[in-house]
């Protein structure tokens, strides 16, 4: 029998949703981690009961914990993140050097292929590694010690890497953003690093079209079409057919192009899903209408899903993080709100019903397709 | 033997079920030696009351005992007589806060 499993991370402790394949009822476990942020929770596609979670707090700091069961029960693991050799500076907000730290994980993405191995995105940006199931954790430092590393500038919500995305094809490709740096590629394993942001427009920065200081907000692939990027951009929605090499706008008819997630349907690559945002200073939906926006052409031409929706007085946000689709034959479609809603469609954004309202402010939304 | 009480939070990472915790540490008591102990029991507590590499406390952690607020002694001074002989806890906190 097929089902899903959501895997939602609020302010507050993450939670645990289940149904069958018909996605109509469903069982909430949780809060797991009670009180304590998790900012992602995330399974591993070569084993669905092998999950990861980041937790942490700023009074007890950063711990990461792992489920085998899938979400039944967890175990703390190894929490040391430690940059490799001397960190150096990075420039903060007022533009003056500023130490690298650690502060917590954004993101956790398990190898597609082996449970054991799991990549971190972490602030002050940095991309770490395990390869025994979190227990110890390395950085991979040739991102950090890229070149343009000291002029990095942290976004409003800090200087994360917060999108860590794996080529499905070449397992020694994969790709990360950083808010406010923009994305960069590897294509050794993560041994050397280069920017691939050229075709970004950023009006926020003194040179709109640097090779780096972009604040990405989320990136999107198919599996399918892997040189085939989507990205959310602080404002503007991009697209990449060159793996990055180069980008055009494809925000086209939307209300507005600022926003923060982004997918692709399981099935579609070129059907899109962002949920745009009013502005950067008014992170509530435009109208106060909560509306999904489906582009079935590879961006340019979109459409607005409304159905189940609040279309009055709705002024949440949808963070990075906090949209997922499943891979059922009929694509679902999730996404969650700092208002503690999650939404999902089981009819690919055709309609919508919420499968809980009343959660801490959701952080992220992962989907695991069982069965 | 050293009487230990965490928050809450940290008790039930650590699975701990009663209020306080107590430990045996060698020779004179003090922060570093009693965080040591406590670390090597519970290694999951590693990193949420001081740093794992520098051994700093973390910002928003206190250590009172004896109605005084030690934050801010050396790790390696003594603790009060009346912690090390188990007579008055010593309470690690984390930092009150609204919200």
Redesign the interface.
């Known amino acids: 029998m097929s089902g899903v499993r959501v895997l939602v991370g609020t302010r507050k402790g993450a939670f645990v949703l289940t149904a069958d394949g018909k996605r109509e009822r469903w069982e909430v476990s949780g809060p797991h981690f009670g009180g304590w942020e998790i900012y992602h929770v995330n399974g591993s596609p070569a084993d669905p009961d092998r999950l990861y979670a980041s937790q942490s707090s700023g009074w007890f700091g950063q711990l990461i914990q792992r489920s085998d069961d899938g979400g039944r029960t967890w175990k703390p693991m190894g929490n040391e993140f430690s940059y490799e050799g001397v960190p150096g500076t990075h420039q903060w907000y007022d533009g003056t050097p500023h130490p690298w730290e650690f502060a917590r994980v954004w993101h956790l993405e398990p190898s597609p292929s082996d449970p054991d191995t799991v990549y971190a995105g972490v602030e002050d940006a940095a991309l770490f590694r395990s390869v025994d199931g979190g227990q110890e954790w390395q950085e991979l430092s040739g991102l950090r010690c890229h070149g343009s590393g000291p002029s990095w500038q942290p976004g409003a919500g800090g200087m994360c890497l917060h999108t860590i995305v794996l080529d499905p094809n070449e397992s020694a490709r994969m790709f990360v953003a950083i808010s406010a740096a923009g994305v960069f590629r590897t294509d050794d394993g993560g041994k050397m690093w280069r920017p691939v942001n050229r075709g970004l427009r950023s009006e926020q920065i003194p040179d709109s079209t640097a090779e780096v200081g972009h604040c990405v907000h989320r990136l999107a692939m198919h599996r399918s079409r892997p040189e085939v990027l989507f990205m959310q951009k602080h404002w503007d929605v991009m697209r990449s057919d060159d793996a990055g090499e180069s980008w055009a706008e494809v925000s086209g008819d939307l209300p507005t192009d600022f926003g923060f997630a982004i997918d692709v349907h399981a099935h579609e690559p070129d059907t899109v899903y962002v949920v745009p945002i009013k502005s950067d200073s008014e992170h509530y939906p435009l109208e106060g209408k909560l509306r999904v926006y489906r582009s079935r052409t590879g961006g340019g031409e979109w459409e607005a899903l409304t159905n189940g929706l609040p279309q009055g007085d709705c002024y949440v946000n949808v963070l990075r993080d906090a949209m997922a689709v499943d891979s059922l034959e009929e694509c679902g479609v999730y996404f969650g709100t700092t208002g503690g809603q999650v939404y999902a469609s089981a009819d690919a954004g055709d309609s919508w019903a919420p499968i809980v309202r009343d959660l801490p402010a959701v952080l992220s939304v992962e989907v695991q397709t069982l069965g | 033997m050293i009487r230990i009480m965490l928050?809450a939070?940290?008790r039930t990472?650590a699975r701990i079920d009663a209020g306080e915790v107590t430990l045996h540490v060698e020779g004179q008591a003090t922060q570093r030696l009693v965080l040591d102990a406590l670390e090597a029991r519970y290694p999951?507590l590693?990193?949420?009351?001081r740093d794992?590499?520098t051994h700093q406390r973390?910002a928003?952690?206190r250590f009172f005992a004896c109605e005084q607020d030690l934050s801010f002694e050396p790790p390696d001074a003594a603790l009060p007589d009346a912690v090390a002989l188990g007579v008055e806890p010593l309470l690690v906190v984390?930092?009150m806060a609204g919200g």
């Open positions: 928050p939070h940290l990472l999951m590693r990193g949420t009351i794992q590499v973390r928003f952690v984390g930092a």
